[in-house]
Nanobody
C-alpha cells in the first residue's frame, strides 16, 4: 500500500482544512487508518484513527469535537476534516495504514506511511 497525503496549507486560527490520504492497492479496505502529526521539536503523536469499515473512530482528546476522520473505501481515500484550528495544531500530518484493521494509537502498529503534509495555523 502506498499512501499520498495532501491538503495541508496555511490557515488562520479558527479556520478549517481537509486533509486527504489516497491509497494505492486493492486491499485498502482491510486496513485501519490513522492520522498522526509531528510539531517542530516534538514527538509524533496520534491524532485519530478509523477502523477498516469506517464504523469506529477514535481521537486525541485535544482534537475531539474539532476533527473528524472519514473514509471512502470505494475511492481508497481517508480524510481528516479539521475545524476550529488552533496554532498548537501546527504540524506535519501523516496518514498511516494498519493491517490490524482496528484502531490503534501506537505508531509501531502501522505498516505504511504517507509522506506528510504541513499544516500551519497562524494566530
Amino acid at each position: 500500500v502506498q499512501l499520498q497525503a495532501s491538503g495541508g496549507g496555511l490557515v488562520q486560527a479558527g479556520g478549517s482544512l481537509r486533509l486527504s490520504c489516497a491509497a494505492s492497492g486493492r486491499t485498502f479496505s482491510r486496513y485501519a487508518m490513522g492520522w498522526f502529526r509531528q510539531a517542530p521539536g516534538k514527538e509524533r503523536e496520534f491524532v485519530g484513527g478509523i477502523s477498516w469499515s469506517g464504523d469506529s473512530t477514535h481521537y486525541l482528546d485535544s482534537v475531539k469535537g474539532r476533527f473528524t476522520i472519514s473514509r471512502d473505501n470505494a475511492k481508497n481515500t481517508v480524510y481528516l476534516r479539521m475545524n476550529s484550528l488552533k496554532p498548537e495544531d501546527t504540524a506535519v500530518y501523516y496518514c498511516a495504514a494498519s493491517r490490524f484493521g482496528y484502531i490503534t494509537s501506537a505508531a509501531g502498529n502501522y505498516d505504511y506511511w504517507g509522506q506528510g503534509t504541513l499544516v500551519t495555523v497562524s494566530s
